[in-house]
């Protein structure tokens, strides 16, 4: 199951954007689904900055089948509170099975005998 972690504050600061939200963990098709979203960039590799509300990416995120799986108040001063949920997203792909190389070898040429 991929795993993403988000990390939020719920106080507004009278700025511009008073929200930032903090995304690692997104594969490349979840960024191009959240482009409508204000983005503050990139913080690292793995870590994309969104200029909104926490709520409105966390539903975002619902929508793109991920739901959380834990949260947490990160509170740094008394009057700045930061959250941080753990999403994760069951995979959309079946689980590989496991093939015998050497009957996968045998069957290709017994197809191309018939031939």
Not at 2 to 29: C, D, E, F, H, T
Not at 32 to 43: D, H, I, K, T
Request: proline share 5%; hydrophobic share 35%.
């Amino acid at each position: 199951m991929p795993y993403i972690l988000v990390r939020g504050n719920l106080a507004a600061y009278g700025q511009r954007y008073p929200w930032r939200v903090l995304v690692s963990g997104l594969k490349a098709a979840d960024i191009e689904q959240l482009n409508r979203f204000a983005s503050g960039g990139y913080c690292d590799d793995s870590t994309i900055v969104y200029m909104q509300h926490p709520c409105v990416i966390l539903t975002a995120l619902e929508v793109l089948g991920y739901t959380v799986v834990a949260s947490s108040s990160t509170s740094v001063k008394q009057d700045y509170n930061e959250y941080m949920w753990t999403m994760r997203r069951e995979f959309t792909e079946p689980d590989p099975t496991t093939v015998s190389p050497t009957k996968e070898l045998e069957k290709a040429s017994f197809d191309k005998s018939e031939v």
